[in-house]
């Protein structure tokens, strides 16, 4: 998983070389809500001069993120689009 996490922010610092600094969270869903349950991802990017782009992922409709590797993956793109929205903007 941590690969996986490793690549997903090297893409996303291709579209924005200033983040200072990243935190992601991967939670697993309960032992008991395994099925249908899906991975919730939280990314919390920081960047000057005050700007953090924050992105709470979870889709338990979605049957795909039952699998962590596609939630991560969703959650990084949400983040691209945030940071190509901010970058339009200014």
């Given at each position: 998983?941590?690969?996986?996490i490793e690549r997903e922010f090297e893409r996303l610092e291709t579209h924005d070389d200033r983040i200072t600094s990243a935190r992601v969270t991967v939670i697993?869903?309960?032992?008991?809500?395994?099925?249908?349950?899906?991975?919730?991802?939280?990314?919390?990017?920081?960047?000057?001069?005050?700007?953090?782009?924050?992105?709470?992922?979870?889709?338990?409709?979605?049957?795909?993120?039952?699998?962590?590797?596609?939630?991560?993956?969703?959650?990084?793109?949400?983040?691209?689009?945030?940071?190509?929205?901010?970058?339009?903007?200014?």
């Amino acid at each position: 998983m941590h690969a996986i996490i490793e690549r997903e922010f090297e893409r996303l610092e291709t579209h924005d070389d200033r983040i200072t600094s990243a935190r992601v969270t991967v939670i697993a869903p309960g032992d008991h809500h395994r099925h249908g349950a899906g991975f919730q991802i939280h990314i919390l990017l920081t960047m000057p001069p005050k700007e953090d782009i924050v992105v709470s992922h979870s889709a338990s409709d979605d049957g795909r993120h039952e699998h962590a590797e596609v939630a991560v993956k969703d959650a990084f793109a949400i983040a691209r689009r945030q940071l190509d929205d901010l970058r339009q903007k200014k």
